[in-house]
């Protein structure tokens, strides 16, 4: 549901120009549109998402563009209709002589989106539509190789802009007082002390600056953070990338009547491919995020997932995952827990053409039961991509995907 907001991004390398683009349509059903613990209301709902990428992978520079939309439509409540998108470049460019294995690089990247609150957000407002937001994030970076020494020095800036939104009763609810600049600045070094072995320290300065000094509650949302992590990666050939870390988390802020916070980090991120047909995603990530709880002053977020994506044959494909949330609201004693699972098949029968089902489980348990929800959504998906996804003569994984 949330990442952390000091991710760095980096560009893995291809051959040559790669152009993708592609169009997936779907129709389902969901049991609990608002998302809502009793008197939930169920509805159909057609989705369509395309999506448009250009790569180009150089000797010195790579370049992606990229843009992509989903677009929703309800047979019912046609007020939870929503049209999100999403534009895009991300860059890298390599310094130092060609030779060199152990060449510098500039990375960044700039996206703008059009997104919505989901009614699963703790933040949703219960307008008369959902909360649209826009979204707009750069990073900038540099990454320093030495024979068994690397640095990465990154720096990103995310503004968040939200709409207001029509309420019940004829009112307005405003908005502007969650809008706000997010910027951080993060060091990583790391060393090989042995072959696939990379022990690294890292840290980073976060600082979330909102447009009006206090909110509709009169509270300073504005905040300084700091956070050190320290770990290691064990990365011993391309089938197996694991990096775990440990730290701590600090967050200061403007208000007088919050409390500092301060927690441990914990990280864990795991890319394994045990066969050419399979490939495991695993990940385990702790945060502190915003919230519009006038009694806390912020989530310490811990999440968990792990996600399966399995090529059976070359023209079908499974894909699978599981994910978990803790919600500890700082300073109220709310704590709410997140259950996600989901599966989806898909099937080629032709090699641009696909169709399959999906599934989508998601609930909320809170120690304040009126926020609890469940929520189940089935979608029959068809889709078409430019590019051929599989070879008839080739049984050999050659696409994993856990989009």
Known sequence: RRRRHTRYQSLSRGLGDVYKRQV?????YTDNVFFTRNDKTGDGIWRVAPRVELSRDGEDLDLKL????????YFSEDRENYEDFRLGTDFGYSVGAATSEDRDEIFGGLSFAREHEGRDSPDDIN???PTVYHNLLSYLGYAFNMEEWGARLGATFQRLNFDDVDGFGGTEINNDDRDRDLYTLGLRVGKEVSRGWEVFGQGFG??????????????????????VAGGVRYQPGPALDLEVLLGLLHQDYDESTFDSTTTPDVGFLMNWRPSRSTRVL???DRSIEETTDPSASGIVATSANLNLAKRIRPDLSLVAGVDYTFDDYEGSGREDQYWGADAGLRHYFLPNLYIGPSYRFEARDSNEPDFDFDNHQILLNLGAKLNEAYDAEVTEFTEPNLD
């Open 66 to 73: 990229y843009g992509d939309a989903e677009i929703g439509r």
């Open 206 to 227: 976060d600082w979330r600056d909102y447009d009006q000094k206090t909110d509709d509650f009169g509270l300073e949302r504005s905040s300084r953070g700091v956070a």
């Open 24 to 28: 997936e349509t779907g129709i389902g």
């Open 282 to 284: 695993a990940g385990l």
């Open 127 to 129: 307008g008369r539509e």
